[in-house]
Structures are given as structure tokens and as C-alpha cells.
């Protein structure tokens, strides 16, 4: 006899009742060599088979993040992935299609969000996923699927940044570098829910946005070099690194003795810690850990509003090359989301 979910509200219920089996094929955009956006291309390859503890997903929104475009370009993380072509995508939202057995509270219908172990497996810009069921959480209810696909990667990197790793606190100082960015403007909201004092770096265009979202001071780094203008903070959550203008070195100066910098492009200053150590300061890297149950948090703080995704850009699968052309550009606002199928 087949496991009927004990829980769920009508609506729920209906939506469990009408998933379909998977096709055998699906679309999905791959790239058969490293290069620019215009090697991301449409295919059609076999729906992946969920094995043991994963879900098979179907996929109605992607996130587009940095990660994609560099890996895609040669850098990012693709010296790990197992053959080409490849898909990538690293976040999603979506319905689950397959759950692992008949009593797994996600069952087949349920709206889910959250990030697959691409690259060692296939990625979101496609039509279905396997995820690890550990990596996932219920799709707030308040978010469509495409507003819920910008959430998990940059999410979490914030949540790990600001409450995991910088243990935000009420009246610690930090200053977020590129507020503005996918990861940056949940670091402020995030970083101002648990009471820190936040200083952020933008461009004036996103000042008062960020301002509304809990940032107390916005630096235009156009026109201003925060060292000038900032000191003494607790923790630097730095998301430009040394790529542009030297934004980590200077990051030492502004840290108080014994506060913490924190560098999250990784490859963009590999002598980080020493420099950090010759100036006082205790330093990290970060990477990204794709906690379903920190999303679980996250998903609750959206549904009460506490919290907001900013959506910058929608672009269909079909276009993902020029959603690639504009992650690139490095001035995104909030978000860009790759829409993949209908609701
Ligand atoms: N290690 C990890 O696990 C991990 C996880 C996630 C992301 N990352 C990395 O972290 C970085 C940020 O990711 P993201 O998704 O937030 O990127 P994003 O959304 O592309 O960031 C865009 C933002 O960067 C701002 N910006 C550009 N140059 C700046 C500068 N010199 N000073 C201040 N702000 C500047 C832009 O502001 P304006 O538009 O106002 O100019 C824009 O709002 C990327 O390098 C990404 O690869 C690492």
C-alpha cells in the first residue's frame, strides 16, 4: 500500500495528487569547452536517476551566480567537474518528483528550494536535478518558485558569513563589502536582524535600497575610499577581494586589533592570512555549505518578512549565455534567476 502524507494543507494535497513521472530526456544548457557566455548551448540529455537518500527534482527556477560564470570560463571550480559537456547551476527551486521512500516528509508534489552538489553532479540550468535530500528545504510559501531560485546559494553563503562564522551580535560592528550583490544584500539583512551595527560598500545607486534594508552607513565606493571614512569595525565580510582595487589589503587597515577578516572570492588573494597576521587581525576564507536546515531558517525569516530577496533580472534557460553576459558585468543588484519551466 503506497504512504499517504499524514500533513499538508488542501492546496498541498492537490499538488502532491498531479506529479507526472519524469521523461527520459530533458532540455538542459551545457558547455562543451571552457570560454566566453556564448559557449553555454541548449541540449537534451537523460533525467538523471535519483539513488539512496536523494530527491529527483523537477526544476522551474535556477539561480545564476559568479561561481557559474567562472567555472564556465575555465576558473571557479572547474577543475572538479567529472567530464564535459557539462551543466551547470548550483540553486534552484522547484517540485519534487521522486523522494527517497514512502514516508520522507518531502514527498512527490512538495515545493522545494535549496542547492545540488554540482560539480560533481549535474547542475540546475536544466529541466530535472538529483539533490541531496540534506540540501534542501520547503519553498516558502510567500515566494514563487523564481523569487525562492535566488535564495539558497547566495543565502547561505550569507547565513555561514554573518551568523555561522562572523557571529553577528547586537552592536558588533561590521562593515560588508558589495552590499549590493546577491550574498551582500542578505549579509545586511541579516547582520541588521541580529542587531549588528552594519557599514556597507556600494555604488550611490543601491545606497538608500540598502539603507531600507538595515544597513546604517553606505559608502559609495566610487566616490570614496572607506578607509577613509571607517575604523575600529569588529568583522570586514570582504566579497570583492583583491580583484578590484586592492579592496582586501585595505580591509586591514579599517579592522580593529584582534578583529576578523573574512575573504569570500578565495582565489582573488591567496596571501591573505599572512598579511592579515602582520596587521593584527584573525582571518578566514569561507566556502558555502549547502545546509538545508539553515535554509529551513532562512525560508521561515522570508515567509515572516523579516527578510526580502531582490529579484535584478529573469532570463528564460534558452538565454543563458546573456544571463551570464550580465552576472558577469559585476554590478547585479539582489539577484538573477533563470526561469526553466511553468509552475
Ligand atoms: N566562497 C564561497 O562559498 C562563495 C559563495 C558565494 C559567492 N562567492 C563569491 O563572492 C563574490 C560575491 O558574490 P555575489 O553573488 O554577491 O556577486 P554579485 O551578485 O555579482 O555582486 C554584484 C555586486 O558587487 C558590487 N560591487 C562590484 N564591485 C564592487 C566594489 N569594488 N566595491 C563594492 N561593491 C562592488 C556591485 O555593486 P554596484 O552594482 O553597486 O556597483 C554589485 O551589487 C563573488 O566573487 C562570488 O564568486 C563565494
Not at 488542501?10 to 569547452?33: C, G, I, N, W, Y
Request: glycine share 10%; proline share 7%.
Amino acid at each position: 500500500m503506497r504512504f499517504r502524507p499524514l500533513r499538508g494543507s488542501t492546496a498541498e494535497s492537490t499538488e502532491l495528487a498531479q506529479v507526472a513521472d519524469p521523461p527520459q530526456s530533458m532540455r538542459a544548457v551545457v558547455f562543451d569547452a571552457p570560454g566566453d557566455a556564448s559557449v553555454l548551448h541548449e541540449s537534451t540529455v537523460p533525467v538523471p536517476a535519483p539513488a539512496l537518500s536523494e530527491l529527483l527534482v523537477r526544476i522551474v527556477a535556477a539561480g545564476v551566480n559568479p561561481i557559474d560564470a567562472k567555472t564556465r570560463s575555465g576558473a571557479g571550480v572547474s577543475a572538479l567537474l567529472p567530464a564535459l559537456p557539462s551543466t551547470l547551476g548550483f540553486d534552484f527551486s522547484g517540485v519534487v518528483v521522486r523522494a527517497p521512500f514512502e514516508a520522507h516528509p518531502l514527498q512527490p508534489g512538495t515545493p522545494v528550494f535549496g542547492m545540488v552538489p554540482f560539480p560533481r553532479s549535474g547542475g540546475t540550468y536544466a529541466e530535472y536535478a538529483v539533490v541531496p535530500s540534506l540540501s534542501v528545504a520547503r519553498k516558502p510559501s510567500s515566494l514563487s518558485h523564481v523569487e525562492a531560485a535566488g535564495v539558497p546559494l547566495a543565502a547561505l553563503t550569507a547565513w555561514g558569513l554573518v551568523v555561522e562564522t562572523a557571529h553577528a551580535h547586537e552592536g558588533q560592528r561590521v562593515l560588508i563589502h558589495a552590499g549590493g550583490g546577491g550574498v551582500g544584500h542578505f549579509a545586511v539583512q541579516f547582520a541588521a536582524y541580529f542587531g549588528a551595527h552594519v557599514t556597507v560598500t556600494a555604488s550611490g545607486a543601491n545606497s538608500a535600497w540598502l539603507r531600507e534594508l538595515g544597513a546604517s552607513v553606505v559608502i559609495d565606493y566610487a566616490t570614496t575610499r572607506f578607509e577613509d571614512v571607517v575604523a575600529d569595525v569588529d568583522v570586514v565580510i570582504d566579497l570583492v577581494g583583491n580583484v578590484h582595487g586592492h579592496t582586501g589589503t585595505r580591509s586591514l587597515q579599517v579592522v580593529r586589533p584582534g578583529g576578523l577578516y573574512i575573504l569570500v572570492p578565495t582565489g582573488s588573494w591567496p596571501g591573505y592570512a599572512d598579511a592579515a597576521a602582520q596587521a593584527g587581525v584573525r582571518s578566514t576564507s569561507y566556502k558555502v555549505v549547502p545546509d538545508g536546515g539553515a535554509l529551513a531558517t532562512v525560508g521561515r525569516l522570508l515567509d515572516s518578512g523579516a527578510v526580502q530577496v531582490y529579484i535584478d533580472k529573469v532570463f528564460d534557460l534558452t538565454d543563458a549565455a546573456a544571463a551570464h553576459v550580465a552576472i558577469e558585468d559585476g554590478h547585479t543588484r539582489g539577484k538573477i534567476v533563470l526561469r526553466v519551466s511553468d509552475d
